[in-house]
């Protein structure tokens, strides 16, 4: 949502046949062209190891967040309803001539203000805008806002650098002494245009597995290949545990109130006012939604 956009102009002209400058990634003076055909527009492939184990994760309706070209899009609305957002209005409108049936601008990063709670079944966010998070204060506040959009049990399927490898070739990066963390920094030039700069935190997929805690979200599996991991969280249905005192129930159907309220006056090794005797914790209903905390 910036006014430069050399990043979303050079896709959008790539895509329209119309780029005749190359798009270069820069930190300081190092440079590298931005492989575009390469990276946003190959074809979804469900058959290849990488593409079922990501499907496999993905279902109810989709929220695809940072969706680029729409290379992912293209492919899971044939499956799911499927929402593809974008901060750069260049890449929703090369989304839409693509073929991409719900391309919206829109932030990652402020889901909350955006959807309605439970809106969404699965989530995906591939091509490692996650790190824009910037920190791991901005990674928990992510997840919990992706809680807050998402339905109970739902799942997400997230990308990343992994700060633990050896990653000193990747451009901008800058590594951190602290272990599953680091630094990435970078812009983008275009035909003229200069993007702002880019920084981008670097988490391990045991930092994220940390930063998720308390947010509803865990991670349920990594696949990871040579520094680069995908890894897919699982959001937890939320369930109510219905205690039973079976003591309790029994003096309430023969009519001792006087034993209920003797059970509730009393401390016992349940705690304060708890009764004895057997409990059944049923668990596994789920009843509903829980806002969670950002
Ligand atoms: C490397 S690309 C990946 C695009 C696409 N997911 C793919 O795999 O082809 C990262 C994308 O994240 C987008 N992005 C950056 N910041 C974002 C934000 N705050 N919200 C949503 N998307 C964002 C960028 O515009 C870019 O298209």
Redesign the pocket.
Known sequence: ?TTADP??RA?RDFHRGEQDEPLIDRDGEETRVHPIED??FGTFDRDSEQGAWCASWLDGALL?????????TLHFQEHLETVA????AH?VETMRERGVRDARV?????LRETFERDRFGSA??????VG?AGSMQGLRRFLSDLAFVTMPGASAVLDGYDPNHESEDLLGYRADPTRGLAHRVLHFEYDGDVGET?YFRLFSPDRVREAAVGTGWSVAEVSTDAGYYRLALTKELLVVAAVVRVDLLHFLLIGRFDLVRACFGRKSEHGEGGARGIEFVLVGCEVGRVERQS
């Open positions: 949502m990043f979303g896709i990276f946003y695809d967040m940072g969706a680029g070209a729409g290379r992912d957002i974008e901060p750069s890449l829109g932030d990652m990063f402020a995906l966010a591939i091509g490692t805008q824009l880019l």
